[in-house]
C-alpha cells in the first residue's frame, strides 16, 4: 500500500486550502482513512476521518472539536482518492499533516461508534506527510 499526499503548503489565516491524499494497493474492502498533524514537540493529534464498511456502505466522517464546521473530509474511492478541505485556518494551523489508512476493524469502529477518530498506532500506512504554513 502506498499513500502519496502532494499538496500542501501555504495559506493565509481565515482562508482556504485543500489537501489530497492519493492511495495505491489498497485491496481490502473496508477502509479507514484519518489525516493527523503534528507540530515539533508534540504528539501527533487526529484532526478528520472517513470511513466505510465496504461496497454498498455510505461513508461515515469523523471530526474533531477543532476541525468541525471549518474542514471537511471527502473521498472518491474509485480513484483512491481522499480529499481534505480546510477553511477558515488559524494560526494553530500550522502543522505537518499526516494521512494515514488501514482497514475498518473492531477496534477503530468502537472509537468511530463514539464519535472519536482511532488513534495513530491503530494505522499502519502512512503518507509522507505535507506540510500547513498558516500566516497573518
Known amino acids: 500500500v502506498q499513500v502519496v499526499e502532494p499538496g500542501g503548503g501555504a495559506a493565509e489565516f481565515g482562508g482556504p486550502l485543500t489537501l489530497s491524499c492519493r492511495i495505491s494497493g489498497y485491496t481490502y474492502s473496508s477502509y479507514c482513512v484519518a489525516w493527523f498533524r503534528q507540530v515539533p514537540g508534540k504528539e501527533r493529534e487526529a484532526v478528520v476521518s472517513?470511513?466505510?464498511?465496504?461496497?454498498?456502505?455510505?461513508?461515515?466522517?469523523t471530526y474533531t472539536e477543532s476541525a468541525k464546521g471549518r474542514f471537511t473530509i471527502s473521498g472518491d474511492r474509485a480513484k483512491g482518492i481522499i480529499y481534505r478541505e480546510l477553511t477558515s485556518l488559524r494560526l494553530e494551523d500550522t502543522a505537518m499533516y499526516y494521512c494515514?489508512?488501514?482497514?475498518?476493524?473492531?477496534?477503530?469502529?468502537?472509537?468511530?461508534?463514539?464519535?472519536?477518530?482511532?488513534?495513530?498506532?491503530?494505522?499502519?500506512?502512512w503518507g509522507q506527510g505535507a506540510q500547513v504554513t498558516v500566516s497573518s
Open positions: 472517513i470511513d466505510s464498511a465496504g461496497v454498498g456502505y455510505v461513508n461515515r466522517t
Open positions: 494515514a489508512t488501514d482497514r475498518l476493524t473492531i477496534g477503530k469502529d468502537r472509537h468511530l461508534g463514539r464519535g472519536a477518530i482511532p488513534p495513530a498506532s491503530d494505522f499502519a500506512f
